[in-house]
């Protein structure tokens, strides 16, 4: 009979070989070990991780399509030739079955989270958001669709799409459920970023004060390095900090500070400072403003006051700052990172760059670094309606206006800082106020593991129009789309550059080792493919990605091909204020120019000029305050499917302090449920019973208790500190949204029949 | 010929697990067994507290019970102290396994034969580091010929205060040296449930 | 076996206006049949279900799946329990000695069911190579999954094929053993 063709495959000219069935013949009477892939033929490309947001220059090492390792190399000042578990681990996720394979959409009528999608070609897929798109700006206007992302193709989807497309409704995680309220501060204090990379001197550094900063756990690679240097180096170190972290286990002082107190603690600190002469005043007459208003403010905040709120002997608190002043400016307090703990962050972040200042540290060796970007140029494009305004948080000099004919963020008015709190763009879509929000690109980020209060998050995705999701996992919110787009990972595609402010700033590229397995794409080429359908092609004018690379890399004298054999570019850096000062220029872009310790500017807007002391909320009876952190083999919840980290950790446990478990009933290898104030109940989840933490608090790592049945190894294991948060505090300075005011009770839970990782990997799994 | 060991600084260690993974993927070894891995344990009573993170592997022992026991030979010492298997030779019979006290070896069930750390004798070849040592972010680790006294490892000892192995009674001489445990009493022998 | 490795092809590659046609046509019910009377075998009866169904269904069996993907439609699952194992290397010296490679347009890996169908249906001048494909890579798959899609399969054309298929093949396999030994 004639057969209908299907080509899938076609006759290559290539030589028909050997008709011999070699295949099975061969393999038994092959040796026992099959060859190594590094005995075969070895291509390096030059990569950026992507396994977390420290994003290390690597190397991979590829065999035909499929990377067998990555490592650092030493001319990157990220990695600097090391790399860290996560980073070491990442390729696993480019071969796991559960990625998402093609461009899906949801089939009409059935219910937003009941996971029924067919199978659409890129052409069908794009067609469709396109057309729902330019029916709700019709409807709506552009501003009716937000744009949420992190991964280093957020430039496309929440910098670059959203400000071509008009909508000002564009926001990144990790501004306000992490760095909102350090970077607003250090704009109001030194008029300056801190930034993703935290410019601090560590190799120099003689005095290291730790402040719910749990390095050693959180592998951020170069910072862990530099830590271990600055030890190696004789550097003292203090830990204050609940939790007896693996940073405390580390410390010459650990201070086990009562949760939500720090402030106290830092306030007192600058009290000792001032009132006993040791901070260094050379450096505050010339660089700071403020100090007479700061030495009236801070006559209260005593060490013994501070005793009463911290529970940290005054005795302790005199001695750590008169240690402090003796190594000065060589003492530092790092920013930490993730800073969004009470809703009054801002304020004790501003408590710590003044302490700082006073030691005398920013800008000098042992300190802060003044971190300066790359140049590299943009591509010339048309001029955007928007700024792109998702990813940083401006201070009190930039402006804060729409231009003409744009509606103005969805969250304004609610909080000081200039920028967007993603937290605050859920509401919109529920209520329609200040004016509705129909649409919703999650590009990467993880909406029911990042943003708190899950159930208000759910409501809203069930209001909107359209939802897509760009993603490389099958994770929960993903399957609640309308339009799932699967993205091409790390390793198989070329992405914009990584540039990074630094002491020696510099531009990092990501070279794609393989093409893109399955039917997947890279981000650029979906944002100029979405882009051409929606009007916005103008603002695409580069034909291929490797012409846009080129162009950019042109601007600093290089080109493409020669960026691909260096994998990075070093440029020089200002890290000292003796670098400024050389050139008669000034680095503070504060309002007065100087280090502002006392604010004038959050004075005109309402807020304490000098931070304040606010006593945490109390724990309620017979409950703990939820504390949550990293593990150092899994970044949030993005790695709890990669077989080689989940079979070092494959789930969470809850840290419960030993004398509270002996009175709970609590023992060994017990399991229990997490019940939040609201009632969200989490688990079971393992029980570690420990001395490592105080009675007040426990504690658990963020990523866990996926409820994804479409990733084999990561569903049902452990409890979500997502899901247990509920209710967050507004920080109306920076918009943070502080995750810390959750508390839970524990109750018996029977163990979780799981399967065991080790036999799913074995099953069924690359 | 050399004599290579390898040096892990506990006080510098985090017990990040950089380089157990790093010998995952280096190694492909399989779901299930580990060449490299972490023991994590506390001792004292709030807020009297230290805790040790140390990595364990192979110790390319000098005196190692896996090489007697080994009936085909698959088992051997080389020249410059590496501890290493012939999978051709071995029938997995288990028996080397049932001899280290260190349960630092496995079976390959895909293969059919024993395996463990080789210290990465194929980087070592190339002149690179094994890639524990190369990717460790703490720089907790050193790898050298300690017979060398020029070698960073030598030096490091010479210069170094207390100095640990795991098991010094069963008198296998074991080349991975642990330095500053952060117990005065030296490592802990005990093995908390990780 | 050019007939076996058209439908294999055919029915489980994404379902689109041609599957649809095949099926308003009778064409595919027509090879089953032939397929059928060659091989002894009783002939299925396939569903008529509309192509919106099975493209659901394809989905949810093959693609993606909120509680857990049933079928990996890839031969390497079935005889290595992974992707990228030693079967599929093999899979691939045996499309190299066959002079077959995977157009640019196809858009998954080379092992998919559909895509070792085509091999084996390109392969009619070279019996002894299809049969090997047929026996070697895909029967392995039918014989795990063909089962899990009578479980799971809401229209029943992919386990009506499926089993059909599995049937026909321990046909072949055992002419084949009982023709080794005469």
Known sequence: MKLPRRSFLKLSAATVGAVSLGGAATLTSRAKAAPAWYTKEVKQVFQICENCFWRCGIRASVVGNRVYKVDGYKENPKSRGMLCPRGQAAPAQTYDPDRLKKPLIRIEGSERGAGKYREATWEEALDYIAKKMLGLKEQYGPESIAFFGHGTGDGWFVDFLPAAWGSPNAAKPSVSLCTAPREVAAQYTFGRAIGGHEPIDWPNTKYIVLIGHHIGEDTHNTQLQEFSEARKNGAKLVVVDPRFSTAAAKADRWLPIKPGTDTALLLAWIHVLISENLYDKAYVEKYTVGMDKLVAHIKPYTPEWAEQQTEIPAQVIREVAREMAQHKPKAVLPPTRHTVWYGNDTQRMRASYILNALLGNYGREGGFYIAMPPYLEKYPTPPLPLEPAAGGCAGPTAVDKEPEGYKPRADKGKFLAKTTAIQELIEPMITGQPYPIKGLFAYGINLFHAIPNVPRTKEALKNLELYVAIDVLPQEHVMWADVILPEATYLERYDDFVTVSHKTPFIQLRVPAHEPLYDTKPGWWIAKELGKRIGLEQYFPWQTIEEYLDTRMQSVGLDLETMKSMGTMVQNGKPWLSDWEKEGQNPFNTPSGKIELYSESLAKAGFDPLPKYEPPQPVPEGYYRLLYGRSPVHTFARTQNNPVLMEMESSNSVWLNAEEAARLGFKPGDYAYLINQDGVREGPVRVKITQRIRKDAVYITHGFGHKAKGMTLADGRGASDSYLQTRYTLDRISGGAGLRNNFVKLEKAPAPKLKSVVKLIKERRA | ?194 | MQLLGWVTAAAFAPPKAALEQDLVSGTLQAALAEMARTRGLPTPTLPQTPLSELQAAYTSLFISNPAGLPCPPYVGMALDERLFGEGFDRLLELYQVAGLETSPDWRDLPDHVAAVGEAIALLEGKPALAQSLALEYLYPWLKRYAPVLQETDPTGFYSTIAHFLFQALEVIQSETASSQLS
Not at chain 2, 44 to 72: A, I, K, M, S, Y
Not at chain 2, 119 to 133: D, E, L, T, Y
């Open chain 2, 1 to 194: 010929m050399a004599r290579l060991g390898m040096l892990i600084d506990l006080s510098a260690c985090v017990g990040c697990a950089a380089c157990a993974v790093a010998c995952k993927m280096e190694n492909q070894v399989p779901a299930g067994a580990n060449r490299l891995w972490i023991r994590e344990r506390e001792v004292g009573v709030f807020p009297d507290l230290t805790v040790e993170f140390r990595p364990e592997q192979c110790n390319h022992c000098e005196n190692p019970p896996c090489v007697p026991v080994c009936p085909t030979g698959a088992s051997y010492q080389t020249q410059d102290g590496l501890v290493q298997v012939d999978y051709n030779k071995c029938i997995a019979c288990g028996a080397c396994i049932a001899a280290c006290p260190y349960d630092a070896r496995y079976i390959d069930k895909k293969g059919g034969y024993a395996d463990k750390c080789t210290f990465c004798s194929h980087r070592v070849a190339k002149g690179q580091q094994p890639a524990c040592v190369e990717t460790c972010p703490t720089y907790a680790r050193i790898f050298g010929d300690l017979d060398d006294p020029n070698s960073e490892i030598s030096k490091t000892l010479e210069a170094a205060g207390r100095q640990d192995v795991l098991r010094p009674d069963m008198g296998t001489r074991p080349k991975v040296i642990y330095l500053n445990a952060p117990s005065k009493k030296g490592l802990t022998q005990e093995v908390m449930e990780s």
